[in-house]
């Protein structure tokens, strides 16, 4: 059973930045992805980038160019450092993680079988 906790949420000024991270546990398979969706109130929950065990970084629209993805192969971590935030940014951010994803569903969070359990992320004008 994959195990996954978040932290680095919180309260950020509009314009300002914030990182988080995602830890994994018990993989079995060293071919996995590893992705952060978020969900804001009364929205439908929505991809923001994953990474891949090689490292292939998939990105979504909504923060195209303010976010960046990376991994840590050692340590099982995913980060994302998010920059230049609005307060349309403000939802709760998921990690998410799957050991036999393919790659073109990679943006479908249905594809994915772990699910962290959530870091508010809130952007105050």
């Known amino acids: 059973q994959v195990h996954l906790v978040e932290s680095g949420g919180g309260l950020v000024q509009t314009g300002g930045s914030l990182r988080l991270s995602c830890a994994a546990s018990?993989?079995?398979?060293?071919?996995?992805?590893m992705a952060w969706f978020r969900q804001a109130p009364g929205k439908e929950r929505e991809f923001v980038a994953a990474v891949t065990w090689n490292r292939y970084q998939y990105y979504g629209d909504s923060m195209k160019g303010r976010v960046t993805i990376s991994l840590d192969k050692a340590k099982n971590t995913v980060l994302l450092q998010m920059d230049n935030l609005s307060s349309e940014d403000t939802a709760v951010y998921y990690c998410?993680?799957?050991?036999?994803?393919?790659?073109?569903?990679?943006?479908?969070?249905?594809?994915?079988?772990?699910w962290g359990q959530g870091t508010q992320v809130t952007v105050s004008s």
């Open positions: 018990g993989f079995t398979s060293s071919r996995y992805a």
């Open positions: 998410a993680a799957d050991q036999s994803i393919i790659t073109s569903s990679i943006r479908n969070s249905r594809q994915y079988d772990y």
